[in-house]
């Protein structure tokens, strides 16, 4: 789209009162809380390359990038002009421009080769990344979750993580092994058995060494263009985890047939497949008959990209809500200034921040997991988190939007867009009963973390009283009867709202904290919608905070 300012004086009347394009933002530097939290949790060593990267990912180009991406959709090509089976899928340049981006910049390699703060840097290119272009963050997702779930492997292990960590993006359909760089995806759900991988059909058959083909479907393959994809399927000693590239070590193609892309409601700028295996070429990845002890590994780590990029589309709604309403008048006022909408934007400002202040909390987490209370604070509050925060981002997106009135709901703007991505974090790696159920799990397997997780909390008691009334009212879940899976969701929330107000206390300023105790622990405050705040809740300082500082 051009750059020269449009025409504004028109034959029937003049274009006043219209935002500018919210564009040339650098998405770190003009988020606050987000550099400062993520300072205070350990990326100090990381804030100038997010800075750039931020700047890279809110400027003019990678903006009209992200729209072009979603508007040309990628496409399936089965075969070629003569009937050769192909099976690839082609995207617009747009589309690698911003895988470009971040993988160069280190979105799926910072987290494993940083000394230190790797993941805390990783989490807060996650959370920009949801106000650019969240389709590309699957793919780059997927290729970072890899590896740890690849080094159960050594020898696997060994050939792909440096393609991996290599820090490079290579968009050529070719064997790995002449790449600079290459991704991973999963495929892991059939038809019969969605989340119930334990259901799984799909077989495989030893051929050799480490070597197996496999045979069967998957019903959900996230970008069928990365080079290799972790997978499961069943042998004689049960479900175990495989690694299938793309190209056989013969430099043939693998019998990976993509059957068709998913229509979806959002994330369109990514493929999502239907697959299937036709005596597919496959490496095995640990123990065979433990794939799901295997691949949770994956999965843990893709949970965080699940928060971080929940409370960075939360994040990205409410800066186009305020960029709208600071430049938008009516009835003699600012938008901004207006009590009532002031009140809405605050709102959403206490819901973005304590979701970004969790989602870099436990990233720290991940960072320090040769600490063994740390590691047991991220096995639970890792789903405690996802469960909420995803669950809260479509919600907060929608409020976002009716703050630009009618002009939110045109195509032509972001948050459409904003809001057709915002339920996928919440159904990606487990929806919330899956999750909810995971949690019960931890909790019975793994009681030292709940241990770690309750010390983390009670490290705050005494800094607000609608805390603390919270904080003793989570002591009736441990009496016996009071925890099973009709009330694990319930249990799920009144623990992921004292964790948001604890990461709160611990990076937040005071008007940040308090405020969010009163809006959503105190029970004579709270509310069932966005905006009916109590109003000794300082909405002008959080609006200030909140507010793109361009």
Not at 100 to 121: F, I, N, P
Not at 282 to 289: L, N, P, Q
Not at 406 to 422: D, I, K, N, T, Y
Not at 474 to 492: I, M, N, Y
């Amino acid at each position: 789209m051009s750059h020269y300012r449009p025409q504004s004086e028109l034959q029937t009347h003049e274009v006043a009162n219209q935002p500018p394009p919210f564009e040339d933002v650098n998405f770190f530097d003009s988020d606050i809380a987000l550099k400062q939290t993520a300072e205070q949790r350990g990326g100090k060593s990381h804030l100038k390359k997010l800075s750039v990267y931020g700047a890279l990912l809110g400027s003019a180009e990678m903006i009209e990038n992200a729209r072009l991406a979603h508007q040309n959709p990628p496409k399936l090509i089965s075969f070629d002009r003569y009937g050769h089976r192909l099976d690839e899928v082609e995207f617009h340049p747009a589309y690698h421009a911003l895988m470009d981006l971040g993988l160069s910049s280190g979105y799926a390699s910072v987290a494993w080769t940083a000394e230190e703060g790797g993941h805390v840097a990783h989490a807060a290119m996650v959370y920009m990344q949801a106000g650019g272009e969240p389709g590309v963050g699957c793919p780059m997702t997927m290729t970072y979750a890899a590896v740890p779930a690849l080094r159960h492997e050594p020898d696997v292990a060994k050939e792909w993580v440096p393609r991996i960590t290599a820090g490079q993006y290579d968009k050529r359909f070719i064997p790995a092994s002449e790449k600079k760089a290459a991704t991973i995806g999963m495929a892991m759900t059939e038809k019969q058995g969605g989340s119930d991988i334990r259901a799984n059909t799909t077989t495989a058959t030893h051929i050799g060494g480490n070597e197996y083909e496999l045979v069967g479907h998957k019903w959900f393959c996230s970008a069928p263009m990365c080079d290799a994809f972790l997978t499961l399927a069943r042998t004689d000693a049960g479900i175990t985890c495989f690694l299938v590239p793309r190209w056989r070590p013969d430099g043939t193609r693998n019998a990976f047939h993509i059957m068709r892309l998913k229509d979806k409601l959002g994330d369109r700028s990514n493929a999502s497949s239907e697959i299937e295996y036709h005596g597919a070429y496959a490496v095995k990845v640990g123990e065979e008959g433990r794939g799901v002890r295997t691949i949770i590994d994956m999965v843990q780590h893709t949970r965080l990209d699940c928060i971080a990029g929940s409370a960075g589309g939360m994040r990205a709604a409410l800066a186009q809500a305020l960029w709208h309403t600071a430049h938008r008048s009516a009835f003699q006022k600012k938008l901004i200034d207006q009590p009532a909408m002031a009140m809405v934007l605050a709102d959403l400002a206490l819901e973005s921040e304590a979701a970004a202040a969790l989602a870099l909390r436990i990233a720290q987490s991940f960072d320090n997991m040769e600490d063994e209370r740390e590691a047991a604070f991220m096995r639970l509050a890792t789903p405690v988190a996802k469960y909420w925060v995803c669950k809260r981002q479509p919600g907060a997106v929608y409020e976002a939007l009716e703050c630009h009135g009618g002009a939110g709901f045109v195509e032509e703007g972001p948050m459409p867009r904003l809001f057709r991505q915002s339920p996928l974090n919440a159904i990606w790696e487990g929806s919330g009963n899956v999750i909810a159920l995971d949690i019960l799990r931890a909790l019975g397997r793994e009681p030292d973390s709940l241990e770690a997780v309750r010390a983390e909390l009670l490290s705050a008691k005494g800094a607000n009283t609608h805390l603390d009334r919270h904080l003793a009212s989570l002591d009736r879940w441990f009496e016996p009867g009071a925890l099973s899976e009709a009330t694990a969701r319930r249990f799920a929330e009144e623990m992921a709202l004292a964790l948001c107000a604890v990461a709160l206390r611990q990076t937040a300023p005071d008007f940040v904290f308090d405020g969010f105790c009163a809006a959503r622990l105190d029970p004579d405050q709270r509310s069932y919608a966005y905006g009916a705040l109590a109003p000794n809740i300082d909405a002008r300082k959080i609006i200030e905070r909140a507010r793109p500082a361009v």
